[in-house]
């Protein structure tokens, strides 16, 4: 299975396009958590780990948030939403400098999973997409210049 990464350039918004909702319904509510859970134990041990809680409750918690929030945009129950209010992403990642560089780092934590992940490959195709594109979104620091951030 190919899941390549898509350069974008910085401050660019491509359109996304949610995964196919089987996703869910093939792995369930636990197969994301347990996916979530896989993938953020990696990014743990990745050059992107400070961005990380490393209070273990909190880390936990974030897993748990995570979690909701792909559950969520697998037209499942709105978990994220009930807990924590509308998504609105790019404001919650404000507060972290997010390179594109990070991003790749991100993204290839979550095709370490992906890969090792038992599901039809036009499943993991779909979600891996969403991914690719949606991460986009989350970078606010130009490399070219570190200590500028977008206004989100």
């Not at 369930?28 to 780990?49: A, C, H, N, P, T």
């Not at 992403?89 to 991100?106: D, S």
């Not at 991460?135 to 570190?146: G, Q, Y």
């Amino acid at each position: 299975m190919d899941l390549q990464i898509t350069d974008y350039q910085f401050g660019e918004k491509p359109t996304v396009t949610r995964p196919n909702p089987e996703f869910l319904k093939v792995i369930g509510e636990q197969g994301v958590r347990d996916m979530v859970s896989e993938f953020y134990d990696l990014l743990r041990q990745s050059s992107i780990k400070h961005l990380f809680k490393e209070d273990e409750a909190e880390f936990q918690l974030s897993k748990q948030h995570s979690s909701d929030f792909m559950i969520q945009i697998l037209d499942g129950p709105e978990y994220f939403k009930q807990h924590r209010g509308e998504p609105k992403m790019t404001n919650r990642h404000a507060p972290f400098a997010i390179t594109p560089q990070g991003r790749k780092v991100w993204l290839d934590c979550f095709r370490q999973v992906l890969l090792e992940l038992y599901a039809p490959e036009h499943l993991i195709v779909s979600f891996w997409n969403y991914l690719n594109v949606f991460s986009n979104w989350m970078v606010n620091t130009d490399p070219a210049h570190p200590v500028f951030k977008m206004n989100k």
